[in-house]
């Protein structure tokens, strides 16, 4: 079976803002791969104006994925390992029929994976405060820009709608700190 894509993306944060740079970067991830009827809105974040899809069952999940990324990532900073980084992974899937002897099942294949590579940055002064706000937002735009590129250029490898469903393409967010068991890095614990 052939290895879906894997895009890779990289930001910075601080404490104060981790929250909302990792939620703006998967809600513009899901404005350009999310397939059902899409109620655009927008998010402010730094000086950048982000797309959002106008679903609260997706922002709870958003949120909820957020929340555990940044406990993991806390819970790092607590051991002292350093640099303190997670990563949480957006996974698209397409459900194709699976042989099985006497039923009819589905299985659920991955067809594209976004990788989000979060480091959290300290800021001591109020001179590293802008500096390190210039860098978060050229950091924020660079990833905005790579997912928008690559969502417009890369569309040979998404499967063909064949389902009348709200959503034909089910998908999943993954929080995998560095450093975890695997199971906390699927999720499962």
């Known amino acids: 079976m052939e290895r879906p894509p894997v895009f890779s993306l990289e930001v910075l944060a601080d404490r104060a ?9 998967i809600s513009t991830i899901f404005f350009h791969r999310f397939f059902p009827t899409v109620r655009p809105k927008t998010r402010d974040l730094l000086d950048l104006t982000l797309p959002a899809v106008d679903d609260p069952e997706l922002e709870e999940l958003i ?23 997670g990563q949480i992974a957006v996974e ?8 099985a002897w006497f039923s009819k099942a589905e299985e659920k294949v991955c ?47 998404i499967p063909p709608i064949t389902t009348n469903d709200l959503n034909p393409f089910p998908y999943q967010i993954i929080v995998s ?13």
């Open 92 to 99: 698209f899937y397409e459900r194709r029929p699976k042989k």
């Open 17 to 25: 803002l981790v929250k909302d740079i990792v939620k703006g970067v």
């Open 63 to 85: 949120d909820e994925r957020t929340n555990v990324l940044i406990k993991a990532i806390e819970a790092s900073t607590s051991t002292g390992s350093k640099p303190h980084r």
């Open 177 to 189: 700190p560095k450093g975890e068991t695997w199971g906390a890095r699927m999720g499962i614990f």
């Open 111 to 157: 067809w594209e994976q976004w990788v989000l590579n979060v480091t959290l940055v300290t800021i001591k002064t109020d001179s590293d405060r802008a500096r390190a706000r210039a860098s978060l937002e050229h950091q924020l735009q660079k990833a905005v820009l790579e997912i928008i590129t690559t969502a417009s250029l890369r569309k040979d490898h």
